[in-house]
């Protein structure tokens, strides 16, 4: 690897060894453990705790999940473990983070300059933006191991390994301003993984992956846990891809861990869990309601559940009376059209001849791997990006690309990063910005205030936005679209950060606008396949920017083979359904419809 122009490294012919790095997938550091026991931290004295009576431990060769409610401390918990806490991010901090290999001394992290506390543990944020400062991928990852003053040839090593376990090997040589937010927080982990800290702490690092990407990080977090003895501490929402991976699952709770457990034992009783607003692992909710048919066992992925109810004879099957199809617009006209779009990026077609149609009052989601074109298409119709080829239409108009307000006054375009949305001093201003400035709202536009309790803001009105969690943000963002009472909208990964209650209140909140209004368009693009069974019409698939699927939830999720070839996992309950059903046309999308389909267990099958 050489400096390049502006800095880039580049890998040349002789430069890499052959084999594995040392520093990544080699032989398993010593034994070792990081220690935090937290009295209190605040961000402001006299401010509420955000984080108290913590006690944790975390080994090497441990994967720990750290679930929670937004504003439950989290990601506060995680930039403590990294030693951030309190001499980069002040506040009134009482306790202790110590690091200790095996019969060392401890080390307190709270104490060493930031530089030595990240050869102990390793962080990546939230928001993959806060970290990437190079130009181009490879550069990116090999900035913290050349800054270890490391070998070259292990800088190189340590690269290729660490872009391979992400599977990011063919954006090595791409300009990280042109990945798209999943692909960033790939390149993110990878500059992690590429620093080989014994411990490593991950704040939501799959929240802008597809399902695919998001299995196989975690089946590369665990490869380092399991072959490599690194510790590593996942704060994470998605708790059915993840569980299964887990050897502990922790709940936090106004700043507390309040469950500490194998996550076979963690979840139960699930009740627990969805008071705190925390969403349970749907297989797991399904054996607590059916606990003759799974006989105490709590099962983590679709092979164990449908291994326990095959033997007691349950078969599965879509009665023609019980999954109703939903009504969103089939007879209404276009609100946002696209027809024949394609869009290229420094050569790289990024939508090839795309034509979509969403009706008025339709609730079309969009799905896809990372990279296959859902952003785009989203920013087409809009206005934000002009296609080489093609048109758009919104609402009967067409787009004015590079002319943004003229769709604006009829759709709201919610962005993937939110933080792009916020520029005000508080929240009662970014809700109130629409109102002062004059700008022309939909019939029935909403008040500030009404707004500000319809997402649970209410009583933060004078808070900064930047001093809201990732999930308080997300809410806001979308609140000062509602000041306007848009007659559309397009939600580029709404639910990102954002906890059950959170998700389930906005989207309910939503409804409730569509039914108030008697019509509300909305595109969701999303990675969230459960919001997707709870609340779309439709589903349209894209691969590397073509249309490959355009049905109903039902039918999309009993087709896992070509999800597949998008990115895409059906939602578990939905998985399970077409695994003992054998593949029907239509599959059930939620766990109390499951349990109303299945039949009864045959005559002499095995009971507890």
């Keep these: ?51 108290r009576g913590i006690d944790l431990t975390v080994s090497t060769g441990e994967l720990v999940v750290v679930a929670g409610p937004s504003g439950s401390g989290k990601s506060t918990l995680a930039l403590a473990l990294a ?21 060392a001394e ?19 944020f939230q928001n993959p933006e806060y970290q990437l400062i190079q130009y181009r991928v490879d550069a990116e990852v090999a900035f913290g191991p050349e800054n270890l003053a490391l070998p070259h ?5 340590r690269v290729r390994d660490a872009l391979d376990m992400v599977g990011a090997r063919s954006l090595a040589e791409s300009a990280i301003n042109s990945l798209s937010g999943g692909q960033k927080q790939r390149v993110a982990i990878a500059a992690a993984l590429a620093m080989a800290p014994p411990l490593l702490v991950l704040d939501e690092p799959t929240s802008d992956l597809d399902p695919v990407g998001t299995d196989e990080v975690l089946k590369v977090l665990r490869q380092l846990c399991r072959a490599h003895g690194r510790g590593v501490v996942v704060i994470e929402h998605k708790l059915d891809e ?31 869990w969805v008071q705190a607003g925390v969403r349970p692992p749907e297989l797991v909710m399904l054996a607590e309601q059916l606990p003759e048919r799974f006989c105490g066992d709590v099962p983590l992925t679709v092979d164990e559940a449908a291994s326990r109810l095959a033997a007691s004879g349950i078969a599965a099957g879509v009665g023609g009376d019980t999954c109703q199809p939903r009504a969103g617009g089939q007879n209404f006209p276009a609100a946002m059209e696209a027809a024949g779009v394609t869009v290229s990026f420094k050569g790289k077609r990024a939508l090839g001849e795309v034509s979509l149609r969403v009706r008025e009052g339709e609730w079309v989601a969009l799905i896809g791997a990372n990279g296959s074109g859902k952003t785009t ?54 809700l109130d910005f629409t109102r002062r400035h004059g700008v022309a709202t ?52 709404p639910t990102t950060g954002l906890d059950e209650a959170h998700t389930t209140a906005l989207f309910d909140l939503l409804t409730k606008v569509r039914t108030d209004l008697g019509s509300l368009t909305c595109l969701l693009i999303t990675h969230d396949m459960r919001l997707v069974a709870r609340f779309a019409d439709r589903v349209v698939a894209l691969r590397a920017g073509r249309i490959v699927l355009d049905t109903s939830p039902r039918q999309a999720f009993a087709q896992p083979e070509l999800l597949a070839t998008c990115g895409i996992r059906a939602p578990a309950i939905s998985a399970l359904h077409s695994r003992l059903a054998g593949h029907p046309a239509e599959v059930a999308l939620s766990v109390a419809e499951f349990v109303g389909l299945l039949g009864r267990p045959a005559a002499g099958s095995p009971s507890c």
């Design 1 to 51: 690897m050489r400096a390049g122009p502006s800095g880039v490294l580049r890998a040349l012919p002789g430069d890499t060894p052959g084999g594995v790095s040392p520093g990544i997938g080699g032989a398993a550091p010593p034994s070792a453990a990081l220690h935090a026991v937290i009295d209190e931290f605040a961000y402001q004295p006299g401010d509420r705790q955000v984080l």
């Design 83 to 103: 030693g951030l806490i309190p001499h980069r991010i002040w506040g009134e901090f009482r306790g202790r983070v110590t690091w200790q290999a095996g019969g």
């Design 106 to 124: 401890p080390v307190d992290l709270t104490e060493l300059p930031l530089h030595e506390a990240a050869r102990h543990v390793g962080i990546t």
């Design 153 to 157: 040839h292990e800088v190189v090593a």
């Design 242 to 272: 993840i569980a299964p991976y887990a050897d502990r699952v922790l709940l936090m709770r106004d700043g507390q861990v309040v469950v500490d457990d194998h996550p076979r034992k963690a979840f139960l009783p699930t009740s627990a």
């Design 377 to 430: 298409l989203g920013s087409v119709l809009m206005g934000f990006a002009a296609p080489d080829d093609g048109s758009a239409w919104c609402f009967g108009r067409p787009v004015e690309f590079g002319r943004v307000p003229r769709q604006a006054d009829r759709v709201g375009y919610l962005f993937q990063n939110v933080d792009d949305m916020l520029f005000n001093d508080t929240v009662a201003a970014e």
């Design 442 to 493: 939909g019939p029935n536009a909403p008040s500030a205030a009404q707004v500000a309790t319809l997402i649970g803001l209410a009583d933060r009105t004078d808070a900064h936005p930047y001093a809201l969690s990732g999930g308080e943000r997300q809410r806001l963002a979308l609140g000062a679209l509602l000041t306007r009472a848009p007659a559309g909208l397009i939600l580029d990964e």
